[in-house]
């Protein structure tokens, strides 16, 4: 029996360590961790996604993506001729950003975002936080593998400027309904809805996950 490939994208900036308490059956899946590169000087977001499908080496496998990670297997698709492409805590198209979002795009305001905090994020764990913030600076810390100023800009700059507006019906799309940065209230088409989700349940809700994921992956769509 063939077991079947997915391909995990992780989120802006984020190591492929967010899907370590994600497990697939070892009988019906493989897995395979996609990481973020620098970008080539001014290279779009198509001719990344191209280089990046270059790292898929299987036909019909299943391209699954956090966020971000979410918009590049959509546009690594049209490279990848994959079985299926399935989102998490992302959007379909530019129609399904928050008005903040938009917001940037005719302000320009992401180009004035100060990526360069990133590449020194240890310096944060000196100031008086409280314990709260301190747990999550830790988070951040953990999983924040991609600090790059240039990648950070470009990065912006691809999510706001991304020009799909019409939704690829054939994207399974898992959503939690209390995601804060992508709020389900502005997801236009069908989604699959995760109770008490947030932008970041691929790490806190992952016992749903590991329940429903291959259910999702095996269904014919």
Not at 54 to 73: D, I, P, Q, T
Not at 80 to 104: D, G, H, Q, Y
Not at 110 to 139: D, M, V
């Amino acid at each position: 029996m063939r077991k079947i490939p997915v391909y995990f994208m992780p989120g802006l900036a984020a190591s492929p360590e967010i899907f370590e308490r994600i497990h697939l059956p070892d009988e019906q899946f493989e897995t395979h961790m996609l990481e973020w590169t620098l970008p080539l000087p001014a290279e779009s977001l198509t001719d990344y996604a191209k280089r990046m499908a270059m790292n898929v080496k299987h036909e019909k496998a299943v391209l699954l993506g956090v966020s971000f990670g979410g918009v590049l297997v959509q546009e690594m698709a049209q490279f990848t001729n994959p079985e299926k492409v399935i989102i998490i805590s992302s959007v379909k198209c530019n129609a399904e950003f928050p008005r903040r979002m938009k917001m940037a795009k005719y302000t320009k305001l992401y180009k004035i975002f100060p990526t360069h905090l990133a590449e020194n994020f240890e310096k944060f764990e000196k100031l008086p936080f409280g314990s709260k913030f301190r747990q999550r600076f830790k988070l951040y810390e953990k999983f924040l593998a991609m600090r790059d100023k240039l990648y950070l800009d470009w990065a912006l700059e691809q999510i706001i400027l991304w020009k799909r507006s019409v939704p690829d019906q054939k994207v399974i799309h898992i959503h939690g309904d209390s995601d804060e940065v992508f709020p389900a209230k502005y997801i236009t088409s069908e989604f699959i809805p995760v109770k008490g989700g947030t932008h970041i349940m691929i790490l806190n809700k992952y016992k749903w996950l590991n329940e429903n994921l291959p259910k999702i992956i095996l269904e014919t769509k």
